[in-house]
């Protein structure tokens, strides 16, 4: 996850030019697990996240999307 190429994804993701945009990443690699890369995606279906990924990215690794409902702590203490 380095070199020019992320730097150009990160770019195109962030501006929109992709299908879908990966928000967060979660790297436990570093710490000994190395065979899960979590990341929090937008994206309107999960074919978006496969494009965005493209053909050697999945060549690589497995995508298995879940759709999920957000839950924003800090409104829920804010509500009461």
């Given at each position: 996850m380095a070199g020019p190429d992320i730097?150009?994804?990160?770019k195109a993701m962030?501006?929109?030019q992709?299908?879908?945009k990966c928000v967060?990443?979660?790297d436990p690699i570093p710490y000994g697990n190395t065979d899960t890369f979590v990341?929090?995606?937008e994206a309107d279906n999960p074919e978006d996240i496969s494009s965005?990924?493209?053909d050697d990215m999945l060549a690589m690794i497995t995508c298995d999307p879940m759709?999920?409902?957000e839950i924003d702590w800090a409104?829920?203490?804010n509500s009461g």
């Amino acid at each position: 996850m380095a070199g020019p190429d992320i730097l150009e994804f990160a770019k195109a993701m962030s501006s929109g030019q992709t299908p879908a945009k990966c928000v967060k990443s979660w790297d436990p690699i570093p710490y000994g697990n190395t065979d899960t890369f979590v990341c929090l995606w937008e994206a309107d279906n999960p074919e978006d996240i496969s494009s965005t990924l493209g053909d050697d990215m999945l060549a690589m690794i497995t995508c298995d999307p879940m759709e999920v409902n957000e839950i924003d702590w800090a409104e829920v203490a804010n509500s009461g």
